[in-house]
């Protein structure tokens, strides 16, 4: 089975910088996504790593340690706009998304 | 437009009816899937389709089933809904060939309550 750990809620202030950690247990996967949802509304996709490493796509970035088990999506430059809850899911190899149960992110001004 | 529409956005209904939720796509896309979000749970497959002739269940089915009319509609269906089957329901898509695992895009979500 697969096991996926995210701290329930942070809170950060704007303008600051917010690692968001994800750590999981599973005997295999193809990679690791993240995803952003604010309330009510429809997850959006942020980032994928395959490869340990990270990945910088502007203000937020995505590392992986398939070692470890450990990933974390860090958000820089905190704008309000940036609260929500942060999705960490793995990706099988048939395609399935397990999802974690998400972080709620509260930006304070 | 947006790519991926849910229908009903929202509903309410009482134990014992069968409710229909549609999903319709634009992406073209050959993948679609059906999931549940609960507090504190996250968001659970129920179902999933790779093309027209392919239904598969994912890891919460019973009581639900769905039904593939085309490439870009995938309709999910209770067939006597109970309260605990209240919750955010959403409809995704994805393409194969994009790397190891497709990256999923959601429709906005059906609120469904279950008096």
Not at chain 1, 14 to 32: D, H, K, M, P, R
Not at chain 1, 81 to 89: E, G, P
Not at chain 2, 77 to 89: C, G, R, V
Request: aromatic letters at 12%.
């Amino acid at each position: 089975g697969q096991n996926i750990d995210q701290p329930t809620e942070m809170t950060a202030t704007e303008g600051a910088i917010v690692q968001i950690n994800c750590t999981y247990q599973t005997s295999g996967f193809n990679g690791l996504f993240w995803y952003q949802q604010h309330a009510g509304e429809a997850p959006t996709f942020l980032s994928y790593n395959v490869l340990d490493g990270l990945e910088e796509k502007g203000r937020f970035s995505s590392f992986l340690s398939r070692s470890k088990g450990y990933s974390y999506l860090l958000l820089k430059e905190l704008q309000m706009k940036d609260s929500a809850s942060y999705l960490c899911a793995l990706g099988g190899a048939t395609n399935k998304l397990i999802f974690g149960t998400g972080t709620l992110l509260a930006v304070q001004p | 437009d947006a790519d991926v529409t849910q229908t009903p956005r929202n509903r309410i209904t009482k134990t014992g009816k069968r409710i229909m939720l549609e999903c319709s796509q634009t992406k073209g896309h050959d993948r679609m899937y059906w999931y549940r979000q609960d507090p504190g749970l996250g968001l659970r497959l129920i179902y999933y389709s790779f093309d027209v002739k392919d239904i598969n269940k994912g890891e919460i089915s019973d009581g639900y089933s769905v039904s593939r009319q085309a490439q870009a509609k995938f309709s999910l269906s209770l067939e006597s809904a109970i309260p605990n089957q209240t919750a955010l329901y959403f409809c995704a898509t994805s393409d194969p060939g994009q790397g190891a695992t497709d990256t999923q895009y959601f429709g906005p979500g059906t609120r469904l309550t279950v008096l």
